[in-house]
Structures are given as C-alpha cells and as structure tokens.
C-alpha cells in the first residue's frame, strides 16, 4: 500500500503559477505511475496528468499541455506538478493518485491522496 500526501495549493491570480507536491509512503514508489486529477465544484473529476514508472512518459489533457508539467522524484518518494499561466477554469480540488498500471484508466488508479484546493482568480 502507498500513502499520498498533496500539498502546494493556494490562491493565486490568473497568469500565475503553483508547484503542487504529493509526497507518497509506505511502499515502493518507483513502482507506481503517478497521476494528478481535479474536481470543481459539481463538476466530475477529471484526469489532469499522469508520469510513468521512470518518468519518460509524461501524458497531459489537452486543455494543460503547454501549461502543466508533471515530474517526478523517485529519491523522494515525490511526485510534482507544476502549474503555469493559470486560468480561472483551472480551480478545483487537486488529488494525486497512484497506481500498479503502467498506462492506468482512472479505475485502476487504487491509492488516492486527500486533496489540495486551488483556486485561480480572475
């Protein structure tokens, strides 16, 4: 089993940026693909980045790529994402998630962090 901690979030303007952290226990991290999800307010959650094992295989939504960058620490049992030029839309509670599957749907992802709350404003 493997414990996720997210934090990171914050309050910041549109055009900014935040580096979100989601430090990770209690197993081997380095066998884990690394994913980061969000939910808005009576939206569903949504799938935001994910980071294979090694870290060679970023894969992103579209509506971050060019924005967003995952990366990962394995030394540190840490997983990042780093959030540039934010939108307004781009509020929502961040959660990080890990799972067995090298390429996960979001069902296969089994460890699941608390949250951490951004929010972009306008």
């Known amino acids: 089993q493997v414990q996720l901690v997210e934090s990171g979030g914050g309050l910041v303007q549109a055009g900014g940026s935040l580096r979100l952290s989601c430090a990770a226990s209690?197993?081997?991290?380095?066998?884990?693909?690394m994913g980061w999800f969000r939910q808005a307010p009576e939206k569903e959650r949504e799938f935001v980045a994910r980071?294979?094992?090694?870290?060679?295989?970023?894969y992103y939504r579209d509506s971050v790529k060019g924005r967003f960058t995952i990366s990962r620490d394995n030394a540190k049992n840490t997983v990042y994402l780093q959030m540039n030029n934010l939108k307004p839309e781009d509020t929502a509670v961040y959660y990080c998630?890990?799972?067995?599957?090298?390429?996960?749907?979001?069902?296969?992802?089994?460890?699941w962090g608390q949250g951490t709350q951004v929010t972009v404003s306008s």
């Open positions: 998630a890990a799972s067995v599957v090298r390429f996960p749907r979001e069902k296969e992802y089994g460890y």
């Open positions: 980071i294979d094992w090694g870290g060679f295989l970023p």
């Open positions: 209690g197993s081997t991290f380095g066998a884990y693909t």
